[in-house]
């Protein structure tokens, strides 16, 4: 399975960004599949993840202001950031075939990663 993301940029604190990755290589429709960021010198974090039946899974950090969605027909994730803060400012990854509770503890072994994009919160 191959990865690629896209979406990222520069925005104001308060305002909003939609991710996207697109899975190209593989039956994407039966991974979980999500969010990582990567702040400089910082560790990469989980941020959320989506199964096959969409049910979902967040960091507390983004609870109420991100939404991950996905449309296996197009095979895409997506990730809806609002009420951005300078603190979401990182690389975002997505990636696929991991499990969101090994992620949310930190030891995600994630199978299949797309390259990062960018999110910059100007404050």
């Known amino acids: 399975v191959q990865l690629q993301a896209s979406g990222g940029g520069l925005v104001q604190a308060g305002g909003s960004l939609r991710l996207s990755c697109a899975a190209s290589?593989?039956?994407?429709?039966?991974?979980?599949a999500g969010w990582f960021r990567q702040a400089p010198g910082k560790a990469r974090e989980f941020v959320a993840a989506?199964?096959?039946?969409?049910?979902?899974w967040y960091a507390e950090s983004v609870k109420g202001r991100f939404t991950i969605s996905r449309d296996n027909a197009k095979n895409t994730v997506y990730l809806q950031m609002n009420n951005l803060k300078s603190e979401d400012t990182a690389v975002y990854y997505c990636?696929?075939?991991?499990?969101?509770?090994?992620?949310?503890?930190?030891?995600?072994?994630?199978?299949?990663w797309g390259q990062g994009t960018q999110v910059t919160v100007s404050s």
């Open positions: 989506v199964d096959w039946t969409s049910r979902l």
């Open positions: 290589g593989g039956t994407f429709s039966r991974y979980v």
């Open positions: 990636g696929a075939g991991f499990s969101p509770i090994a992620a949310m503890k930190g030891a995600p072994s994630v199978n299949y």
